[in-house]
Each structure stands twice: as C-alpha cells, then as structure tokens.
C-alpha cells in the first residue's frame, strides 16, 4: 500500500482514511507484540537522506528501523532545490537501486518530491520528524506505553504498510 502522500513522496497518505487505518492497525499489533524479537524488516536497505543526522528525527527513524531487523544507512544529501534535473534523477534512480526506501529529513518538500518520482521505491518526507503528520496519530494508541514507544510504533508501522 504505497501511495503519494500530502507532501507528495511516497509512504502512507493520512488524507487517505483506509490507508490511515490500516497504519493503526498494524502499529497496534506492533505494540501489543514483542517487535524487538521479530525481524519483519530483515533484509530491507532504506537510507537516510539528510543533511543532519544527529536530530532527534534521525535517531528515531534509525531505532525504528533497527528494531525491526533493516539496515539503515546515512547519506549526506548533495542535492538542493537548485539541483538540476538531470542531477535529481539520476541520484533518485541511484537510491533506488541501492535501498528498498528512503527517508528524506531537512530537504525542501519539493526536492523530495522530485527524488520520488524518479526512485522506484517510498520516499518518505519527514517521515520520523516531529513535525510529520504521524507524530499525531501517537494519540490514537491506547495502552501504559510511553510517547516515545507509541512513535516508535506508527513509525515502524508505516514502514511495515508501505513496504509490505
């Protein structure tokens, strides 16, 4: 279930209430298991795209994919929104080759958007910053858990949705 998201890269769409349910639900089941123990991602190559990463964003998305068995690696993004087309393409094509996902943090929406049109794989804006749209689904989990556990969660679970 992989779609164009508000922002315009690929992922989860919030405005898209049965893709927001099924990232509820799985982030539920994620929360009631043991994810730690379990390596649903194993395998999986997603980079991490930023010009920053040591942000609170970066070590969160980093931990959430861990934990589920990907491997994450940091890439210093080279590109700015006065990066020529040619540029744009052939670094998304790249990174399509090379992960199964990106996330882009600290890049202008439209670049990211530029880089997932050309990736062949989600490209996630922000996905793990506190200003993304699923940090507010946190509050739609229920249970004792701490905020932090609860992101985790949703974080984990929007890989899981748009991967699977």
């Known amino acids: 279930m992989c779609s164009v998201d508000r922002e315009g890269a690929a992922g989860v769409d919030l405005s898209n209430p049965v893709e927001t349910a099924a990232l509820l639900r799985q982030a539920r089941a994620l929360a009631r298991s043991d994810a730690a123990d379990r390596q649903l991602m194993a395998g999986k190559q997603l980079a991490l795209l930023s010009t920053d990463c040591g942000d609170e964003g ?3 998305f980093i931990q959430a994919a861990q934990a ?3 491997h994450v690696s940091f890439v210093q993004a080279g590109l ?4 020529s087309e040619p540029q744009i393409a052939a670094t998304a094509r790249v990174l399509g080759q090379l992960y199964d996902a990106v996330e882009c943090q600290h890049l202008p929406v439209e670049l990211v958007r530029r880089i997932a049109r050309g990736a062949g794989v989600p490209v996630f804006a922000g996905l793990a910053t506190p200003a993304h749209p699923t940090a507010t689904l946190v509050e739609a989990l ?3 858990a701490s905020w932090q556990a609860k992101r985790r969660s ?3 679970a929007a890989l899981l949705v748009s991967l699977g």
Do not use: H, K, V
């Not at 700015?80 to 990066?83: G, V």
């Open 58 to 60: 970066a070590r969160e």
């Open 68 to 70: 589920l068995g990907a």
């Open 80 to 83: 700015d929104e006065a990066s």
């Open 142 to 144: 229920e249970g004792d």
């Open 154 to 156: 949703i974080l984990q």
